[in-house]
């Protein structure tokens, strides 16, 4: 008889243990098939936050430079220290944002300014008439007394505001109007925020006049093209300090902060923001940009793609564990297939010394045990292919989630503590904040895996699956083939 047709016949001979088989191949298969769809669905999601965050690249002056710069001329006069911070040229900004791998720039200038014909929001201390509660340190200021100056409002100069910070985490959000945008440089328009216009009566179309917080001679007449909402409680700070109020931040084109800082900050910026097209060309792109004509003793190039490795880092965590299971269930599934195949293949010693005894060739006996654990695990691989992909849902979801969950848990603990174990300085406006709120906005993107079953996913499992039926067959087989018919008969009696 034919050594396929004997298969099938041993195969409905002994239900039972067909049965048995078949269902832990099935589980085996179910696991692996599971393993196999969560760690594509952790790739695919990964190449995709990869693709749509990209990541950034800061260009701003080397402050440990320039406080290395400052001391040393200190030890040489007698004066008391002065941080002087260099501007990037508009030339120098331009020739990286050429490079390849840039998907967008964006400039920022940051400067201070009273206001001439509104109210600001006063902070809770602003109201006082003492001098020392009225003269504020602000940002962009004259640094020559001491770095401090009066300051009402905090203006942050930007080439387009959708890319300003605020606005591109999701912080502010323009509800009437437009945002700054880059053919407006050279002009002197404003966004301002909603609850500083409802104080005044302001809408879009108004104008409205500030003066430099540094020269009060230096005036600008801004028209208010957007009005935008702030999500933003601000810092603890802020109640000391008016211009620290998110209330009263106003975004106008870098050109007209510039004006507001002096001629000296002409075509010039504070930084520049590189949106990378792909996280994975940043080193790429760095490299580039050092060998460009920019002073990089002066500058630095700072990376920033926290919320790329923020999202990807539980992602990766659970294709780490999908692998491990595919490894470790056929592994151990392997064994227990063969220990079972070789009971039963020990169980019919008597039947293989019959029919070596007739002439039966052996590799046409372990044709036989092969052919019958090969049907079983292509019945089981087409079992788990049905199976597979709710089991393999339910489960990588559930360790995406324990993954996040953990993640969320570490960044939030560190932050808490602070450099050194301490608090953070800022209270709950400070960057401690900032952080956990740009963490949080990548954890609600991706909160589940896209996972589905694919025809490469069965065909890896078909392989794998052959690839361990044979061995669990052929392992047992040969222990017994390699003796003499006469031999195993007399030991059956």
Known sequence: MNFLKRA???????????????????????????????????????????????GSVTLQVDREAAMEKQQSEQSESDGPPQFTSTPISLDDAESIAA?????????????????????????????????????????????????????????????????????????????????????????????????????????????????????????????????????????????????????????VPYTAANTLKGEDYTDTVESVTYQMDDAENIDAFIAAAEKTDVDFDVYQLDANDDLYQQMVGPIENVASFAKNIVYLVTIAGAIILALIVMLSIRERKYEMGVLMAIGEKKWKLAGQFITEIVVIAIVAVGLSSIFGNPIANVLGNQLLDQQTTASAETTTTSMQQGPGGGGGPMGGGGPGQAVSDAFSQPSEAISSLNINVT????????????????????????????LQPKNILTKQE
């Not at 239900?15 to 832990?24: A, C, D, H, R």
């Not at 100056?149 to 606005?167: H, I, P, R």
């Open 99 to 251: 490079l390849d791998h840039v998907k967008s720039y964006n400039y920022s200038v940051s400067a201070s300014a009273n206001a001439e014909d509104f109210d600001i929001i006063e902070s809770s201390t602003s109201t006082d008439d003492s001098s020392d509660t009225e003269t504020e340190q602000a940002p962009g200021g004259d640094q020559g007394r001491g770095g401090m100056v009066q300051a009402d409002l905090t203006v942050n100069g930007t080439l387009t505001s959708d890319e300003a910070d605020s606005f591109s985490d999701g912080e502010a959000e323009i509800v009437d109007g437009r945002g700054i945008e880059e053919s407006d440089a050279g002009s002197n328009v404003a966004v301002i925020e909603q609850t500083l216009a409802e104080e005044n009566d302001l809408e879009v179309g108004d104008t409205i006049n500030i003066s430099s917080a540094s020269d009060e001679d230096t005036t600008q007449e801004l028209e208010i093209v957007g009005i935008y909402e702030t999500s933003s409680a601000g810092s603890d700070q802020a109640m000391n300090f008016s211009f620290l109020n998110p209330y009263n931040t106003i975004y």
């Open 8 to 54: 099938f016949w041993s195969m409905k001979a002994k239900k039972g243990k067909t049965l048995l088989q078949l269902v832990i191949f099935t589980v085996i298969c179910v696991f692996v098939l599971s393993g196999l769809t969560i760690q594509s669905a952790a790739k695919a999601s990964s190449e995709l936050a990869r693709q749509e965050l990209g």
């Open 455 to 482: 025809w490469e996913n069965i065909l890896i499992l078909g392989g794998i699956g052959l690839a361990v039926a044979i061995i669990a067959a052929l392992i047992p087989s040969i222990s017994i083939l390699r």
